[in-house]
């Protein structure tokens, strides 16, 4: 079974990357022009950009926004073309760091994490080095007073959700991804508000991580969520709740 997602939780608890919505915004512009790019303009036809345009809408994007992304993506407006990569390295204490990007410019990309990684107390490492150690997944976090753990779990599982359980005052919930979708729309018809929703990369198992080994990670890890090229960031660090609350 996967590790908790701990970062998703983190980022949550501390508000720190939420409270940027600019920058939300950019992220989910950009993943919705190149999901469109990739998979067409039709949601009906394309589960990447349904995801995309879902996470925008629990974000109040602007719809003239979102049209604006996928007419970008088909060709229909004129758009910049964003390349997908993946980094893999280490930072502070060993922890596995997981980058996912889109940029306009490779060189630039790599310069920036290379340095974020090295200021950080950590490195880029060579593609594979840590991939292994996650599984992609639908991760969905509810807390505990929007509904109880029977409910919750039977309405989850019938839907498809491979695990539910409970964690740091709430409740987890573990999709394979091609069963993400039924499972946030049993959810959502169900009027059980979400904490976290996404498709994310779970650790398969967690690191624990103390002291000042911590409080670097937290801010590496905060920085690579600041990097204009990075849309998502993880990590099998485990932090004390003590640091992020």
């Given amino acids: 079974m996967s590790g908790h997602s701990k970062w998703s939780s983190i980022k949550h608890k501390k508000g720190a990357a939420d409270a940027k919505r600019g920058k939300i915004f950019s992220r989910l512009n950009k993943e919705i022009t190149v999901a ?69 410019n490779k060189n630039r990309a790599v310069a920036d994490i290379r340095h974020i990684f090295n200021k950080g107390g950590g490195n880029l490492g060579e593609n594979g080095c840590v991939s292994w150690m996650f599984d992609k997944k639908g991760y969905i976090v509810v807390e505990k007073q929007a509904v109880d753990e029977e409910t919750l779990m039977e309405i989850a599982i019938d839907a498809g959700a491979e695990d539910v359980r409970e964690d ?59 990097c204009e090229d990075v849309q998502k960031a993880y990590t099998n660090a485990d932090i004390p709740d003590e640091l992020v609350s």
Avoid at 53 to 59: D, L, N, P, R, T
Avoid at 183 to 193: E, L, Q, R, T
């Fill in 36 to 104: 469109a790019r990739m998979g067409g303009g039709d949601s009906s036809a394309n589960p990447r950009l349904r995801t995309a345009i879902q996470s925008a809408k629990s974000e109040n994007m602007p719809k003239d926004n979102i049209e604006r992304a996928i007419k970008k993506g088909t060709g229909e407006l004129e758009g910049v073309n964003y390349e997908e990569i993946t980094y893999e390295g280490y930072g502070p204490g060993g922890a596995a760091v997981l980058i996912e990007s889109l940029t306009d």
């Fill in 168 to 226: 740091d005052g709430g409740f987890e919930i573990i999709i394979e991804t091609k069963d993400y979708e039924s499972v946030k729309n049993a959810i959502d018809n169900a009027s059980i508000p979400c904490l976290v929703a996404e498709i994310t990369m779970l650790p398969q198992s967690t690191l624990s991580l103390k002291g000042k080994q911590a409080e670097q990670m937290i801010k590496l890890m905060e920085t690579f969520e600041d």
